[in-house]
């Protein structure tokens, strides 16, 4: 093992010399030491499967998308699940669905109409348990916002506007419920970021700001609530095949309205969906669904900085249409 890794170092150096940085050198000197950290700690942080059956899980952002399969997911594993957003009218249609297939061992699906936005957000939420089983089990930040644009060109008010959406919100909701988790000694608190919130992007920056957030928010928060019995995962997928860059806000505040090739050839929502059920289940404080690159490309930013900091600089070039050779 010892002489693979000093291989590997001697391959990278090689390789940044002639300018010419070789995937197999990264993967032997950053994945494969990473890859090997993480089966030691999984081998031994093995633990019981969390039985989902009658828990009470309450979803954001579930009238489409990733939140509508996130639902489908955990309602067919017998959960009693609260179904919140913003359009009552396909939330409707969504729990009547769900009760068309409705089983022995399947509970009522509930809707709750809210608004991120929302002054009484918290308050909202609190009475919408307070009104149905009187506690949460699991809590599902999933509701957000993307955003294409350059900083030069973006109103503060769009920059502010997905710092609401895609963690303030969040907080509330999570601060409205956090009481019954501690009270129950008990609880998950599940938080759908992106890849985007480790590894920003040119023409991003008020996705990816909120994103950073929420990921930093929520790793304190882990910390603090461990020794309760609370679970705080934080999921970071690559693009996912949905209609959140068509809903995304531009620099001005207008609406996007373009479905990305990135996005079109991104992760089928319901298997995303399933990954986090897994995820809920094994009781893992993280999960990246991304593929191999972008896995490398976060190690990169944190072992390689500069490089990655060149690489993102050619990225926007390119996307702006420019010569990517430095006058």
Not at 47 to 64: E, P, Y
Not at 96 to 105: A, G, M, T, V
Request: hydrophobic share 40%.
């Amino acid at each position: 093992m010892e002489q693979l890794y000093k291989k590997g170092i001697k391959n990278l150096k090689s390789s940044l010399e002639m300018g010419d940085l070789s995937i197999s050198a990264l993967w032997t000197v950053i994945g494969l030491p990473i890859s090997l950290l993480s089966v030691l700690y999984f081998a031994l942080n093995r633990r019981k499967n969390v039985v989902l059956q009658d828990k009470v899980v309450f979803i954001t952002g579930a009238s489409s998308g990733l939140g509508e399969a996130l639902a489908e997911a955990f309602y067919f594993c017998g959960c009693k699940v609260v179904i919140a957003g913003r359009n009552a009218e396909k939330l409707e249609e969504l729990r009547n669905r769900l009760e068309s297939k409705k089983q022995d061992h399947h509970h009522s699906a509930l809707v709750c109409i809210l608004d991120l936005e929302d002054d009484d957000l918290g308050e909202k939420v609190q009475q919408a348990v307070t009104k149905v089983w009187g506690r949460v089990d699991i809590l599902i930040n999933n509701a957000g916002m993307s955003y294409r644009g350059a900083v030069a060109e973006t109103k503060s008010e769009v920059d502010k506007k997905l710092m609401v959406v895609n963690h303030f919100g969040h907080i509330e909701i999570t601060k409205a419920i956090l009481p019954y988790m501690v009270k129950q000694n008990s609880g998950h608190i599940v938080c759908i970021s992106s890849v985007q919130g480790k590894l920003p992007i040119p023409h991003r920056s008020a996705y990816a700001a909120s994103k950073h957030a929420m990921q930093a928010y929520f790793d304190s928060l882990r910390a603090e609530v461990d020794h309760q019995g609370i679970q705080v995962c934080v999921v970071s997928p690559y693009y996912i095949r949905t209609n959140l860059s068509v809903n995304a806000l531009s620099a001005d505040g207008s609406t996007y309205g373009k479905l990305d090739q990135t996005t079109m050839k991104g992760y089928d929502p319901h298997f995303v969906a399933q990954r986090v059920v897994k995820c809920v289940q094994q009781r893992q404080d993280e999960l990246i669904l991304a593929p191999f690159y972008v896995r490398v490309a976060i190690c990169l930013r944190v072992l390689a900085p500069w490089l990655y900091f060149k690489i993102m600089a050619s990225r926007a070039r390119k996307e702006l249409g420019i010569n990517n050779k430095k006058k």
